[in-house]
């Protein structure tokens, strides 16, 4: 019994331990690093099966495999080539149409659309109605930056106006003067005399974006327009944009739409208006430039 020895080097390696009595052993920093790095590294969310064969269909059109015009593959050979289910092609694919970039025809499949500043901005519309009807203070931010667009616009209209332009916006005032007395038809014009004044500047980001806006508040406004001599001040007004374009000046055309958007959302506001310009002001005479106020 007595002929085992003890080890010296074990008792020498033990006593630590046994002086520390319940002590957790100290971590290598290396081991405190991986496991910091591992708890800040943050979980894969899953995605729906439509999600990912919206973005490999999407991939494919950006990088021109499936140019505009084309026809996508149908559901069946999608469904072979993604090994998913008919529902998740049928989810991508109306993805894709809601932004614009297919069009599906029953009987013909899925073609590729030609995207434009026009469709872009008609995507977010009705979300963009929806989020301006509750917040009364992005609305008056939308007509700031509407009057900041509108002058811009003018300006460069009145900057590249050729002898045909002024002839088509000079059509559009009449038309739309002629229109006074039916509502329906004054909302109209108005809206194509705008469009034109887009147009005759060359940018078809202008064509897109100003009619989205005037889109966006009509739905808000309509009423105050319509209101008893809101029509003829808005034609007197209209008059001097066109006026200003047609001297190609587009100082006097910032003027003009400057005065004309502060007085419209002035009315906007307190529902009254302005007494009526006088006739001779809207260069009607001969198509005469428009005096400014």
Known sequence: MGSQRENPSDNEAQAPVASHAGAQPASPPALQAASQSAASIAPIPRRKLGHEVQERLLA?????????????????????????GRPAVREGLQALERMGLISIVHGEGARVQPLSADSVISQISASAVHLLSGDRQLLEQLKDARLAF????ARTAAMRASDEDIATLRAAL??????????????????????????????????????????????FYE???????????????????VECIARQDPDGAERAVREHLTRANQRYHSGAIESTPRASDSGDAGHEPAALS
């Open 223 to 241: 009423d105050l327009v319509r209101a008893p001599g809101a029509e003829a001040v808005t034609v007197v007004e209209h008059g001097r944009i």
């Open 60 to 84: 494919e059109i950006r990088s021109g495999h499936f140019p505009v015009g084309s026809l996508l593959p149908s559901e069946r050979e999608l469904m072979a080539r993604m090994g998913v």
């Open 174 to 219: 009449d038309a739309h003067r002629a229109s006074l007395g039916d509502p329906v038809r004054f909302l109209e014009t108005d809206l194509a005399l705008h469009k034109t004044i887009a147009v005759v500047s060359g940018n078809p980001v202008y064509v897109a974006v100003s009619q989205a806006l005037l889109h966006w508040l009509q739905n």
């Open 150 to 153: 509108e002058v811009a616009m």
